[in-house]
Nanobody, 122 residues
Framework: QVQLVESGGGSVQAGGSLRLSCTAS????????VGWFRQVPGKEREFAAG????????IYQDSVKGRFTISRDSAKNTVYLQMNSLKAEDTAVYYC???????????????WGQGTQVTVSS
């Protein structure tokens, strides 16, 4: 069993930056693909970025490419999402998730965090 805890959300003006953290407890991320998703009320949860813990290049949704960077710190068992040049449309609850497959689909993830709110004001 893996427990995921996100942190780092908050409110920022457009053009600003935030860094989200996702820390696993219960076991390490080893062998998992870790994704960041986001969701606004009334819409489906959508993939933003993901990275395989052991190796491989990260993948991004087109709307965040060049602005968001996902990274990992094995010593801290933590995955980060650095978000720069934030826009009002980035406002959402952000969730981290872990699964065995490399996928952008919510169905491919077994474990989810509780979510953290990101609000970008224009």
């Amino acid at each position: 069993q893996v427990q995921l805890v996100e942190s780092g959300g908050g409110s920022v003006q457009a053009g600003g930056s935030l860094r989200l953290s996702c820390t696993a407890s219960g076991r390490t991320f080893f062998g998992y693909f870790v994704g960041w998703f986001r969701q606004v009320p009334g819409k489906e949860r959508e993939f933003a970025a993901g990275i395989r813990w052991s190796a491989g290049s990260p993948i991004y949704q087109d709307s965040v490419k060049g602005r968001f960077t996902i990274s990992r710190d094995s010593a801290k068992n933590t995955v980060y999402l650095q978000m720069n040049s934030l826009k009002a449309e980035d406002t959402a609850v952000y969730y981290c998730a872990a699964g065995l497959r490399t996928t952008m689909s919510v169905d491919g993830y077994n474990y989810w965090g509780q979510g953290t709110q990101v609000t970008v004001s224009s």
